[in-house]
């Protein structure tokens, strides 16, 4: 991870819990542009304009509802949180992600998140390392 995401990190973590909209909210409006890969009623892929690996995806729910972060998910959120992950696979697959790749869920300051929307990367084309950070 290079130290401008870490950067952004830090600065976006006073934004957490204020609700104010994420660029992830204007995405799913249809104010800031995206390269679509996937999208139905609950949610929205599209390609991280900043790739980490031949294939980075962000996966987003559309409606935010509270789930600013995965450490702050309650049980109402059982349903979008088992949605995202189906359809991580299903986006995995459909960019020929056939030997594998990566989930990963940035979580708060420490875990490098930078927009508190929750959001998937699904990671690959490429042989991950291990550890990650």
């Not at 390609?47 to 049980?75: F, N």
């Not at 930078?114 to 390392?129: A, D, E, N, P, T």
Request: aromatic content about 6%; proline content about 5%; glycine content about 8%.
């Amino acid at each position: 991870m290079g130290n401008s995401e870490e950067a952004a990190a830090a600065t976006n973590v006073a934004l957490k819990d204020t609700g104010a909209p994420t660029i992830f909210d204007k995405i799913v409006k249809k104010e800031i542009p995206c390269t679509s890969v996937y999208e139905d009623d609950k949610c929205l892929a599209f390609k991280d304009i900043s790739p980490q690996a031949p294939v980075h995806i962000v996966l987003i729910p559309k409606e935010r509802d509270g789930l600013t972060q995965l450490s702050k998910a309650e049980e109402r959120h059982k349903d979008i949180l088992g949605h995202l992950l189906y359809v991580a696979q299903l986006v995995a697959k459909q960019q020929g992600l056939d030997e594998g790749f990566r989930i990963v869920i940035n979580d708060g300051a420490q875990g490098c998140q930078s927009v508190y929307h929750l959001h998937i990367h699904i990671i690959g084309g490429r042989m991950m390392k291990w550890p990650p950070g």
